[in-house]
């Protein structure tokens, strides 16, 4: 108010803008975005609202803060017992951890703090903490659950720890994330008890590489996600859909070809069993094949999945290369739990051909076979047509053939 005035402002003017000034310390939240440490003190220091909604902080990426000062501010900010806390630093390289305050009466926490680590205090703890978002920090996660006996939703985007044991254990807990890239290298032993938890993801990135399909391929990821599944193709019907499935086990691979680095001692079958989860149905494929053909290592990833139960790839290549191996059209593998197959941005090329007829030969209980054509196919293309024809030959399966989301075909 005072800068919109040309003139010395009149004393009444001067006065509303003092009792301004002094209103925010009474607000029930404050968001402290693009500070500086100094201003940020004095400023905590005026605050004498107990227990506000949200105390949201988030310095210049430029600052990075020492131990101590990150240590007093964690200490202000539970001293203020806010509902739901936010805070944003770049710690810099810190030797030593630093040890959390007790948050008796947060429910919600969210620490970005680059390259921090901490430990828990002597005494205490997060009696009714029930949402912690985690990123980039390392603490202890069997050190800290058992204090948090309140907590439904577990979020870590990016897990970075020394540790080869990963233990979580919350009775609570019913959404869960984790990215891990640390334990890349690591044999990282899994403990995992949560038996209400309802949406859980997992991935860890991988360096497994092999030359035994006339290519190289790098596995770079595997994710799992326990999740509710509905026809990506048809939009119009997922939200419905959504509301109806049940939720089921997710196991997703991200494949690339000619990847020069990677790890050749490490194989796909070791990287897929050492991520220690079981308990998946379908099977989700994200290859970048950059031209090259896919049948052969998809079918050796079915052999390595045998027990799934829907198979979902998404994109396509071309053929006329040393990777298009003819052995693996004759091929067989038991695939005697597979009842589902999408694939998207089909083109209706030979060998994409030749591996939907594998499936369809090896799969003895499938159930539907769900296409979606690439752009550059249209619905009068022969293509579609020489699809049909084989479905033909298998009246037990259900089909659905899309093309740019419209469904053109339909058996049921």
């Given at each position: 108010?005072?800068?919109?005035?040309?003139?010395?402002?009149?004393?009444?003017?001067?006065?509303?803008?003092?009792?301004?000034?002094?209103?925010?310390?009474?607000?029930?939240?404050?968001?402290?975005?693009?500070?500086?440490?100094?201003?940020?003190?004095?400023?905590?220091?005026?605050?004498?609202?107990?227990?506000?909604?949200?105390?949201?902080?988030?310095?210049?990426?430029?600052?990075?803060?020492?131990?101590?000062?990150?240590?007093?501010?964690?200490?202000?900010?539970?001293?203020?017992?806010?509902?739901?806390?936010?805070?944003?630093?770049?710690?810099?390289?810190?030797?030593?951890?630093?040890?959390?305050?007790?948050?008796?009466?947060?429910?919600?926490?969210?620490?970005?703090?680059?390259?921090?680590?901490?430990?828990?205090?002597?005494?205490?703890?997060?009696?009714?903490?029930?949402?912690?978002?985690?990123?980039?920090g390392r603490i202890d996660l069997s050190d800290l659950l058992p204090h948090s006996p309140c907590l439904q939703k577990l979020l870590i985007p990016f897990w970075n720890s020394d540790s080869i044991v990963l233990e979580i254990v919350a009775p609570a807990l019913k959404r869960s994330y984790m990215?891990?890239?640390?334990?890349?290298?690591?044999?990282?032993?899994?403990?995992?008890?949560?038996?209400?938890?309802?949406?859980?993801?997992?991935?860890?990135?991988?360096?497994?590489?092999?030359?035994?399909?006339?290519?190289?391929?790098?596995?770079?990821?595997?994710?799992?996600?326990?999740?509710?599944?509905?026809?990506?193709?048809?939009?119009?019907?997922?939200?419905?859909?959504?509301?109806?499935?049940?939720?089921?086990?997710?196991?997703?691979?991200?494949l690339e070809t000619n990847v020069l680095s990677g790890d050749v001692s490490k194989t796909f079958e070791q990287e897929i069993y050492r991520f220690q989860v079981t308990d998946y149905s379908v099977l989700e494929l994200d290859l970048i094949q950059q031209g090259h053909v896919y049948g052969a290592?998809?079918?050796?990833?079915?052999?390595?999945?045998?027990?799934?139960?829907?198979?979902?790839?998404?994109?396509?290549?071309?053929?006329?290369?040393?990777?298009?191996?003819?052995?693996?059209?004759?091929?067989?593998?038991?695939?005697?739990?597979?009842?589902?197959?999408?694939?998207?941005?089909?083109?209706?090329?030979?060998?994409?051909?030749?591996?939907?007829?594998?499936?369809?030969?090896?799969?003895?209980?499938?159930?539907?076979?769900?296409?979606?054509?690439?752009?550059?196919?249209?619905?009068?293309?022969?293509?579609?047509?020489?699809?049909?024809?084989?479905?033909?030959?298998?009246?037990?399966?259900?089909?659905?053939?899309?093309?740019?989301?419209?469904?053109?075909?339909?058996?049921?």
């Open positions: 108010m005072a800068r919109r005035t040309t003139s010395a402002p009149s004393p009444a003017l001067a006065a509303l803008v003092r009792r301004w000034r002094g209103l925010w310390v009474h607000l029930p939240a404050f968001t402290f975005h693009r500070i500086t440490p100094g201003p940020l003190d004095a400023a905590l220091v005026l605050v004498n609202r107990p227990a506000p909604s949200l105390l949201d902080i988030h310095f210049f990426n430029h600052h990075e803060l020492e131990p101590t000062l990150i240590s007093s501010l964690l200490g202000a900010a539970a001293a203020l017992a806010p509902a739901e806390l936010a805070l944003h630093v770049i710690g810099g390289i810190l030797r030593s951890p630093i040890q959390l305050p007790c948050f008796d009466r947060t429910t919600s926490i969210k620490l970005d703090l680059y390259f921090v680590g901490f430990t828990l205090p002597p005494a205490g703890g997060f009696p009714v903490l029930e949402s912690l978002d985690l990123e980039n990215d891990a890239h640390s334990v890349i290298d690591k044999d990282c032993n899994v403990v995992f008890a949560a038996p209400a938890v309802e949406d859980l993801t997992w991935k860890r990135e991988c360096k497994a590489l092999t030359y035994r399909f006339g290519v190289i391929w790098r596995l770079w990821s595997l994710t799992f996600e326990h999740t509710q599944l509905a026809n990506d193709m048809d939009s119009q019907s997922v939200s419905l859909q959504s509301q109806h499935c049940p939720r089921v086990g997710v196991l997703s691979l991200s290592i998809v079918l050796h990833l079915l052999g390595l999945c045998t027990s799934i139960q829907r198979l979902k790839r998404g994109d396509s290549c071309y053929a006329n290369c040393r990777c298009d191996q003819p052995d693996w059209r004759s091929q067989s593998i038991s695939l005697i739990d597979l009842k589902e197959v999408e694939i998207y941005r089909f083109r209706g090329q030979d060998h994409e051909v030749d591996f939907l007829k594998a499936l369809l030969r090896c799969a003895t209980v499938l159930e539907r076979v769900t296409l979606g054509f690439s752009r550059k196919v249209s619905s009068s293309d022969s293509a579609c047509m020489k699809i049909v024809g084989i479905l033909e030959d298998y009246p037990s399966v259900k089909c659905n053939i899309y093309q740019y989301g419209k469904l053109i075909f339909m058996r049921e």
